[in-house]
């Protein structure tokens, strides 16, 4: 956590951006032009700590700030912080003791202090009378009035990279506590996850720990069912275990909610504040669309024009989305559906099991390429939404790619499942997607950022041994900044322009709910495979983020967004598969008559779909205490106001009065 406390109370500085640039092939450096030490002394002369590694291959410059410098740039920022009157207020350092400190007793946390580095880094200008003439390596440039220092120096490919720095003392805690600690294997330390990691992370990991806890139940109820035979009622069990797994979801979300909603409340956060669509990370801006509030200031003050400009801007990007969803299913409905039917049909003639597994492991590997094509054609159709932020853009992306792989994830179970009505087949269907998917999505997860770094680190190598032009001896990296630059980034595997590494990890848990979900009255020992995966998945992706991965740019998403819709929609979806699937176990012969058990399970559907859609009524989203607690807050916000204007108003009278009297 760059900001931790130490003994004396004050907080602990820490190195938590790294700057790279290239060794220069010259000896001789002038270092009053020199665009690297012109650098570090612009860092230097921001309030920045600077030290300057030597790694093998590249330089690297990390930076630490002291508390005064980043309170600077958070009040030149106009970040909103909350205060001890309830109120999110612009931040001011000379007011610092009235602003509420994070869990970890720091000031800012991790986000607000990455949007402080950047202004401060990135806000590095030329303020000189004239143009800086600027070297490296043997090529000169120039530093325009009021241009950005550091963007030039990435322009000109001097600046490899910008990228956060782990914290070594506070990486090791969490590595202690929470990735490598399985006695408790659910617990997890989120306000520590939320103080290192920020608020996406935090919520993420929150949740999984959360899901991994409450499959416990329908996993001990899968298993009984399947190990217990309690003979005559047997045929009765499968419907009393499809209601009580839609009600433990439907509980569930709802209760996640209260849980996302204490989590905020806890950590000082409020849905304005995370929502601001204009923080930028790394010098690029989070919304490069105009909003309508913008063009209204451009187009004046008329009420004619303005509510026109509101209703074209809005109506219009309605459109744009619509238009773009339209797309989507047309593409998989013409290009994606015939090739899952033809995959559905070969597994279904197909006799060995060894070679169904070899299948399905060919055409989980096919599917990936076609769902990259089918993703970077999403992001090019959001890039002409009118969205309001990113957040907004990477929830449209998460819903079109997503019924990419809902189609490639469900439609050959249902061909097996309606067509065929063969049970023991859709049983095998889901043993070997369960299996297979697992063990690649774990392989890949889990190998392939080790395989990337091991690469990028023998890159470097053979580049120093070709140019030492020597093969023998080993070159080792002592630096540990540099082998954090060859660590790859958390990014996504589709769309890594919108979202960061926490798609694939929220597509994967979702993918998994809907399978078990959906197709639980086939096969309620699935639940016992989930619950296993999800315990081993907090401790993998622990380990993933801090040993494996760069440190994340920390996003400021305060709930999961375009997940739990998702979520909610895969339960209305089990609802309806799950009743066609007893109705094809209760009427193998297939007339489809009205008969009691047909219309017991048909009227089953229908309360069940009433109990979604109305539990929420009875469940309220925020706990008791979070709503009094914020209208406490509201409360003595306004009494503070309210008494700060009624003195500014009694001040103004008597200044008034008193130079009425003295002009009588």
């Known amino acids: 956590m760059g900001k931790e406390m130490n003994g004396q109370g004050e907080e602990r500085t820490a190195f938590e951006i790294g700057v790279v640039v290239p060794k220069q092939a010259g000896k001789e450096r002038d270092e009053s032009f020199d665009c690297v ?58 007011e610092v003791e009235a602003f509420v400190r994070q869990p970890d007793g720091s000031l800012f946390s991790w986000c607000e202090r990455f949007h402080c580095f950047n202004h401060l880094i990135y806000g590095i200008v030329n303020k000189r009378n004239s143009a800086v003439s600027l070297k490296f390596d043997g090529k000169e440039f120039h530093w325009e009035l009021g241009e950005s220092l550091l963007k030039r120096l990435e322009a000109e490919g001097i600046v490899k990279q910008v990228f956060p720095l782990h914290d070594e003392i506070k990486r090791k805690q969490l590595l202690r506590n929470w990735a490598l600690n399985w006695w408790d294997f659910t617990s997890q330390p989120v306000d520590d996850i939320y103080s290192y990691f ?12 959360m899901y991994a806890r409450w499959m416990l139940f329908p996993a ?3 298993i009984m069912l399947q190990l217990v035979d309690l003979g005559s009622s047997q045929s009765m069990m499968l419907p009393i275990f499809f209601i009580s797994i839609i009600l433990w979801a439907v509980m569930f979300f709802q209760f996640w909610k209260r849980k996302n909603a204490a989590l905020l409340a806890r950590w000082q956060i409020s849905y304005s504040v995370v929502a601001d669509p204009g923080c930028k ?10 909003s309508p509030v913008e063009l209204v200031k451009k187009v004046g003050t008329d009420r004619a024009r303005e509510k026109e400009v509101f209703q074209r801007a809005e109506w219009f990007g309605h459109m744009m989305r619509f238009r773009n969803d339209v797309i989507i299913f047309l593409s998989i409905i013409c290009l994606q559906l015939p090739f899952e039917l033809a995959y559905a049909h070969l597994y279904e003639i197909t006799r060995p099991d060894a070679l169904k597994f070899g299948l399905t492991a060919i055409y989980l590997l096919a599917i990936q390429y076609f769902t990259k094509i089918g993703g970077k054609m999403s992001v090019k159709l959001i890039k002409y939404e009118n969205n309001e932020s990113t957040e907004y853009r990477a929830d449209s992306l998460v ?42 999505e774990n392989l890949m997860e889990n190998s392939l950022p080790y395989l990337k770094y091991s690469y990028r680190k023998y890159g470097v190598r053979h580049k120093k041994r070709h140019e030492k032009g020597s093969s023998t001896g080993k070159i080792q990296f002592t630096s540990r900044v540099e082998k954090e630059y060859l660590k790859p980034s958390y990014s996504a595997s589709i769309g890594e322009e919108l979202e960061d590494g926490l798609f694939d990890d929220f597509l994967e848990l979702a993918l998994q709910f809907g399978m078990i979900m959906m197709f639980a009255c086939a096969f309620p020992l699935a639940f016992a495979f989930a619950a296993l995966n999800n315990v081993t998945e907090i401790r993998a992706d622990a380990l993933k983020l801090l040993a494996m991965l760069k ?24 609802i309806c598969t799950n009743c066609v699937l007893l109705v094809c176990l209760y009427d193998a012969e297939g007339k489809w008559k009205i008969e009691p058990g047909l219309a017991a399970i048909l009227i089953m559907e229908h309360v069940l779909l009433l109990i979604k859609f109305g539990f929420s009524r009875f469940v309220p989203e925020e706990p008791a205490w979070v709503r009094a607690n914020r209208m406490k807050n509201a409360t003595h916000a306004q009494h503070m106001c309210s008494k700060q204007l009624l003195r500014s108003i009694s001040g103004g009278e008597k200044k008034i009065l008193g130079g009425e009297k003295k002009i009588e």
Do not use: C
Not at 553 to 567: H, K, S
């Open 37 to 94: 030490e012109v650098l570090v002394e612009e860092f230097k002369q921001a309030g920045l700590i600077v030290e300057k590694v030597i790694g093998i291959a590249d330089e690297f410059i990390k930076l630490a700030a002291p508390l005064e410098t980043l309170g600077r740039a958070a009040a030149e920022l106009q970040i909103k912080k909350p205060t001890h009157i309830g109120m999110d207020l612009q931040f001011e350092w000379d």
């Open 281 to 290: 990370i790394l010098g690029l801006d989070w919304s490069s669309l105009q």
């Open 399 to 440: 819903y079109k790619v997503f019924g990419l792989y809902f189609m490639q994830s469900y439609i050959g179970v249902f061909y097996h499942t309606l067509l065929h009505r063969d049970f023991k087949t859709l049983r095998q269907v889901l043993i070997q997607r369960l299996i297979v998917s697992l063990v690649l």
């Open 220 to 222: 001990a109820l899968g």
């Open 198 to 209: 920020g608020t996406k992370v935090a919520t993420y990991f929150a949740f999984l720990g």
């Open 551 to 574: 440190r994340p740019v920390p996003r400021a998403a305060a709930t999961i967004g375009a997940w739990l819709n998702i979520f909610q929609f895969l339960i209305i979806m089990s």
